[in-house]
């Protein structure tokens, strides 16, 4: 593999795994049926509570940059675009046709992640309202997380290509930002205990 090759792929498999572990902090500290159910107290505790805002407000809108990232319109970004190209150029045209079908049905939500990312998080548009947008363009958590773990089955694939088969992946799909945020609070719960 070439040396752009390797860079747009590491640069690529950088803003997967980025967007999927700040969309799992997120979501494991805020999402309906998380941990907002069990530690909302500890996360509430005045000693810590402006850093569970701040952390929540962080890994929201990095979700929204990383994958804005992989999707960026920009020809001079390593992004999917990009890398698939390359896939292309390196015998790899039959796997570039998969990533092409398998992320097909989410064409309509990148295109609005894009849009929110630019009208709310890289620019503050005057006069939008976030919650409006979101409805506006059907942006729900769960799309976004399957969007997400898609990417990662692909990078992993892909990955696995570039190495030959070897086994040793960093990146592919996997709850380890969720199962840390977990066991971030549940040693802050025990610590608040004691």
């Known amino acids: 593999m070439d040396q752009k090759f390797q860079e747009c792929f590491d640069n690529v498999k950088d803003s997967v795994n980025a967007a999927l572990g700040h969309y799992q902090i997120w979501f494991t500290l805020q999402g309906k049926g998380k941990a907002i159910d069990e ?39 390593d992004r999917f675009r990009r890398l698939k190209k390359f896939m292309d150029e390196n015998g790899l045209s039959g796997l570039s046709d998969k990533f092409r079908d398998r992320l097909k049905p989410y064409k309509t939500l990148v295109s609005n992640i894009l849009t929110v990312r630019s009208k709310l998080i890289a620019h503050k548009e005057s006069g939008v ?54 066991g971030l609070l549940e040693v802050l719960r025990k610590g608040r205990n004691s």
Not at 60 to 76: A, V
Not at 146 to 163: D, G, P, R
């Open 39 to 77: 530690y909302l107290d500890d996360m509430n505790d005045r000693r810590y509570v402006d850093f569970f805002r701040a952390a929540n407000i962080a890994h929201y809108k990095l979700m929204f940059i990383e994958t804005g990232c992989i999707f960026d319109t920009d020809d001079r970004t």
């Open 129 to 182: 309202e976030p919650s409006g947008l979101y409805k506006k363009h059907g942006i729900k958590p769960d799309d976004i997380k399957e969007l997400l773990v898609t990417l990662a089955e692909l990078m992993e694939e892909l990955e696995s290509q570039l190495n030959n088969g070897a086994s040793w992946s960093t990146v592919g799909p996997t709850e380890k930002w969720e199962n840390a945020t977990y």
